[in-house]
T-cell receptor, first 115, second 112 residues
Framework: DQQVKQNSPSLSVQEGRISILNCDYT??????FLWYKKYPAEGPTFLIS?????DKNEDGRFTVFLNKSAKHLSLHIVPSQPGDSAVYFC??????????????FGTGTLLAVQP | GAGVSQSPSNKVTEKGKDVELRCDPI?????LYWYRQSLGQGLEFLIY????????KSGLPSDRFSAERTGGSVSTLTIQRTQQEDSAVYLC??????????FGPGTRLTVL
């Protein structure tokens, strides 16, 4: 049972344009959501997070939007840069544990930013 | 370095053999996690250590898998009688009580 779903295995975007990566979840107990970025042969690196008490969190070129009623979150990268090309994982945790609880990850979306 | 380190980086073993994977978390991080990523799959939670509390082992796929964390620092994930379906990248992560998780580079396990 996949509790966190990333339905797009890959996404290709032109440099300078916006990249939108989507994530859906099924467990209403999730209250903390994160995005991780992973380059080949490296571990995932934390990118941005959002608590369920918010609907938007912004950090530079990266913005995460949360729609609790739809159980959907998205990561916007604008403007996209070739160095953003990586696999992006959406993750969720629940029961008030915030970042310390175990995370449930999606299957990832491979973003390719074309120069 | 100051990050999470894992060893070995690659491990090739024969079916039926036991393997041990090591994780050195960031100094001072109280929480330690093991995940694995099989080919074409997302990261699958295996086990979680938090301070002196009993570990959350709910993600371990079978009783062939076990992990320990000695002295609240280094952790070892042991897989007994390895099977081909155990082939994956095994990732370790650590965090402070209220911080994000920092992942190591992973150990790529191949079971022939």
């Amino acid at each position: 049972d996949q509790q966190v779903k990333q339905n797009s295995p890959s996404l290709s975007v032109q440099e300078g344009r916006i990249s939108i990566l989507n994530c859906d979840y099924t467990n209403s107990m999730f209250d903390y959501f994160l995005w991780y970025k992973k380059y080949p042969a490296e571990g995932p690196t934390f990118l941005i997070s959002i608590s369920s008490i918010k609907d938007k969190n912004e950090d530079g070129r990266f913005t995460v939007f949360l729609n609790k009623s739809a159980k959907h979150l998205s990561l916007h990268i604008v403007p996209s840069q070739p160095g953003d090309s990586a696999v992006y994982f959406c993750a969720a945790s629940g029961r008030g544990g915030g970042a310390t609880n175990k995370l449930i990850f999606g299957t990832g979306t491979l973003l390719a930013v074309q120069p | 370095g100051a990050g999470v380190s894992q060893s070995p980086s690659n491990k090739v073993t024969e079916k039926g053999k036991d393997v041990e994977l090591r994780c050195d978390p960031i100094s001072g991080h109280t929480a330690l996690y093991w995940y694995r990523q099989s080919l074409g799959q997302g990261l699958e939670f295996l086990i979680y250590f938090q301070g002196n509390s009993a570990p959350d082992k709910s993600g371990l796929p079978s009783d062939r898998f076990s992990a320990e964390r000695t002295g609240g620092s280094v952790s070892t994930l042991t897989i007994q009688r390895t099977q081909q379906e155990d082939s994956a990248v095994y990732l370790c992560a650590s965090s402070l009580d209220a911080g994000g998780k920092f992942f190591g580079p992973g150990t790529r396990l191949t079971v022939l």
